[in-house]
Every structure is written in structure tokens, then in C-alpha cells.
């Protein structure tokens, strides 16, 4: 039975994005508009400031010098600075699901979805470098972020593949180890075109990759 093309895995549409980046501590999370815009301001400038200074020599006092708050605004939401870590994990990954979503539901089949992800993931790169170097130190500040984003985002892929799979768009079996690989894959053309070189036609980039998930590198006739 087919299956409509706007059917989406949880977190990928439909009810709308979660706030996942609420603080650790369920009693400092914001109640108000002004709060969360609050919040926001300081894990926008929480990414600026770990992206630029790293984990370990970044301050709490950089993080709201830069969000231009007072320092009492930030213990209103977070207890520490890894705390506010662990949300800066979880508030990029929401970003980035957000920026690619509603472009990969739009497209008209799931190979085209695939080409689409990865252009609208190099675009979000470029635009957020420091997402890179935040995750990278989320394997050795907070083990279990680190983890969590790497298999929300793939959990999402696998469920977008399978449902591809059950519309009769690619190949039946397409499931968990075809997911990871197209994130290993997305992951290091990231690195590639998206933070170290800006000059790379990204539509192009997108195109190539995704003809190889299409027809793999067997030799053509």
C-alpha cells in the first residue's frame, strides 16, 4: 500500500519542533516568551563562544557578555557550564533537523530527499561551523549527547528510508545500515565542502554524492 510522501518519522513534522534545548533542571525551564528568547540569546552565544574557544576556555561570563545578558540571567536557566553544554548539544541538532526537514518533505521521492538533505546539511554547515567543533567535544565533555545526536539524526533518516522503501521509491531492504552510512557519508562531505572549502558549488557536491546512492559505483556500460 502506498504510502503519501508527506508521512514523517517523529521530530521530522507534523506536530511541529519540540523544545528540546529547555535546560536539564524541568523547574529553570522558561515559562514566558521573554524567557525563551532569553535562552535562546545565551545558547546562540554559547555556540559562538565554545565554537571559538573550545569547551575547556570557554567562560560562563563569555557566554553572557556575548548574549548581552546579566550574569544572574544565566544561573535563572542553567547550573553550570556543562549544563548549559549538554542544552547548546541538543538545541544545534534541533536547528539543523529544522533547517533540513521541511526541504527533504517537500521533495517528490526519497532519492531526490537524499540530494535535497545533504545540500540544505552543507548550507546549514557553512552557516554554523562551529557545529562541528561543539559536537566533536560533546564525545569527551558529555559522552551521552554526543551519542544522542548522532542516533536521533539517523533514526529519522532510517524511518524516512523505510518509508521510502514501503512507497516502492528505492529498494526494499533499505533500513539501519543504509541510514548510518549515508550520515557517515553527509558527516565528511561536511567536513569537506561545508567547513573546509566554501568554493565548492554545493549543488554539485549533492548531485554527485546522491547519483551514488542512486547507482552506486559499478561501472556503467
Do not use: C
Not at 38 to 58: N, V
Not at 142 to 169: C, F, I, P
Not at 181 to 199: C, H, K, P, Q, T
Amino acid at each position: 500500500m502506498d504510502q503519501p510522501r508527506s508521512s514523517a518519522p517523529p521530530g521530522e513534522g507534523g506536530a511541529g519542533p519540540v523544545d528540546t534545548a529547555a535546560p536539564g533542571n524541568p523547574d529553570k525551564a522558561p515559562r514566558t516568551e521573554r524567557g525563551r528568547r532569553t535562552l535562546r540569546k545565551l545558547l546562540d552565544a554559547a555556540a559562538i563562544e565554545f565554537g571559538e574557544r573550545g569547551f575547556h576556555d570557554a567562560s560562563i561570563s563569555g557566554i553572557t557578555r556575548r548574549a548581552g545578558t546579566a550574569l544572574g540571567s544565566f544561573y535563572t536557566y542553567f547550573d553550570s557550564k556543562e549544563e548549559i553544554f549538554q542544552a547548546l548539544v541538543r538545541y544545534m541538532s534541533e536547528q539543523l533537523r529544522d533547517h533540513v526537514t521541511p526541504l527533504v518533505q517537500a521533495a517528490p521521492d526519497e532519492i531526490v530527499a537524499e540530494r535535497v538533505g545533504l545540500e540544505s546539511f552543507l548550507r546549514f554547515v557553512r552557516e554554523h561551523k562551529e557545529i562541528y567543533r561543539i559536537i566533536d567535544e560533546a564525545e569527551f565533555v558529555d559522552y551521552a549527547s554526543y551519542r544522542r545526536h548522532y542516533e536521533t539524526t539517523v533514526e529519522r533518516m532510517r524511518q524516512r528510508l523505510e518509508n521510502g522503501a514501503a512507497r516502492g521509491e528505492i529498494r526494499a531492504d533499505a533500513g539501519e545500515v543504509h541510514a548510518w552510512a549515508i550520515a557517515g557519508m553527509n558527516v565528511f562531505l561536511g567536513m569537506r565542502y561545508g567547513l573546509w572549502d566554501e568554493s565548492a558549488d554545493i549543488a554539485d557536491v549533492a548531485r554527485i554524492a546522491n547519483d551514488m546512492l542512486a547507482n552506486g559505483l559499478r561501472k556503467k556500460d
